[in-house]
């Protein structure tokens, strides 16, 4: 007989009970070193004192009264999103792909309403991931997300994650944009090379489209930056953020210019949840600790030094490690022979340190932002460890 719980997830045979910054213990007692945090959401580590105080004091005070009022928590949240950022305006979800949903219905509403309906298709990465609604998969386009959910939804053209020569030449009179991640997650920790996003929003700009960045994984500190695209010191016309902004409470948010988020009229869009009092104390806890001086610039240096070690590690043990990838606090190691990534990431899960998988053979490594150079120096060790054992073997 089915399990009561649909069976769409592979899950491991384990249950945590409670959290401690980095450190999560599951049912029987046991710690583990959380360099997953709930696949890069738990931004501020587990119970937070600042994000609980916020929560607590908001769950005894009120939770949810829909958009048909003003929520003074949404109100805070988007000036604050909007001063630290290129946005004008934000649209608040309850996930990720919800959000990436509102960028493509207000990009396509964009050229609807300047005259130009027929533009309504939207470039894409290879190896992307945008959620997993009707629209997002096909935004992804990869096949083992979009088997047997056809007729794919219309609309979305793929070309090589940095290569420009297959931008410019997928670009029709039916191209209304450009949608990618900065660093891309799922498919296997791939920042945009040098340079990429630079020129992605100069041809943005010579054929009149919009660009769009899918932040939801690189966005809220997580690079070094509080948005992965400042590297590149360009911007995009809209972006969509989720995981790390609501530090585990489902949040998402699409942000956009002005010309952009000003066809999104009344009516046009909506939902019951989206940036409710509880998602909004969260989010603006999440915030306030962020945005602390000093605090992401603390990301990029635990960044620096995570990465060196990972290195060290590449070259230590070169039959089972072939390289480091990612930014900031969003690294990537890919293993030398095929599936190592899987042998890799379960040795380290026996040893204590919980880590994802990536595309491309990457063990995924998204810790809290709050890991110092101690928990780095725990987790190298305990990758140091699984890698003799798997070059022994
Ligand atoms: C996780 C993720 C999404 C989807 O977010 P959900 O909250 O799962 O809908 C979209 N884009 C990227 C880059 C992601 O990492």
Not at 329 to 335: Q, S, T, Y
Request: glycine fraction near 12%.
């Amino acid at each position: 007989m089915i399990d009561s719980i649909m069976p769409t997830y592979a899950r491991i045979d384990i249950a945590f009970d409670r959290g401690e910054g980095v450190y999560l213990y599951d049912t029987n007692g046991r710690r583990y070193l959380d360099f997953l945090a709930g696949i890069a959401v738990d931004c501020l580590g587990h119970c937070h004192p600042h994000l609980v105080k916020e929560l607590t004091s908001q769950v005894g005070k009120l939770w949810h009264t829909s958009n048909l009022y003003r929520v003074p928590g949404q109100e805070k949240l988007a000036d604050r999103l909007v001063a630290n950022s290129f946005a004008d305006s934000v649209f608040f979800t309850n996930s990720g792909a919800e959000a990436i949903e509102c960028g493509l219905k207000s990009i396509r509403r964009y050229h609807y309403l300047n005259g130009a309906p027929e533009r309504y298709r939207v470039i894409c990465a290879a190896n992307a991931f945008h959620g997993r609604t009707l629209a997002t998969i096909a935004a992804g386009g990869q096949a083992k997300h979009l088997e047997g959910f056809g007729p794919a939804v219309d609309g979305f053209d793929h070309v090589a994650f940095g290569n420009l020569n297959e931008m410019r030449a997928a670009i029709t009179p039916q191209t209304a944009a450009i949608l990618v991640e900065p660093v891309q997650g799922e498919g296997g920790v791939n920042p945009a090379p040098q340079g990429y996003l630079e020129e992605l929003r100069a041809i943005a700009d010579e054929f009149g489209l919009l660009l769009m960045f899918d932040e939801v994984q690189c966005g809220i500190g997580r690079t070094g930056r509080l948005f992965a695209h400042e590297w590149a010191g360009i911007v995009p016309d809209v972006m969509a953020i989720a995981k790390g902004i609501g530090g585990g409470f489902p949040v998402g948010a699409c942000l956009a210019v002005e010309k952009v988020a000003s066809v999104m009229t009344a009516g046009t869009h909506g939902t019951t949840y989206g940036g409710n009092p509880l998602a909004m104390a969260a989010a603006n806890a999440v915030l306030d600790v962020i945005l602390e001086d000093g605090f992401i610039a603390n990301v990029e240096h635990t960044g620096r030094y995570f990465r060196q070690k990972l290195e060290g590690l590449v070259s230590k043990y070169p039959a089972v490690l072939e390289a480091v990838s990612g930014k900031g606090l969003m690294l990537g190691l890919r293993a030398t022979a095929d599936g190592g990534n899987s042998a890799l990431n379960n040795e380290l899960f026996g040893l204590g340190l919980l880590t994802a998988l990536a595309g491309n053979n990457v063990v995924r490594f998204v810790p809290p932002l709050i890991v110092n150079e101690q928990h780095i120096d725990d987790a190298i060790s305990m990758i140091d460890q699984a890698c003799q054992k798997l070059s022994a073997a």
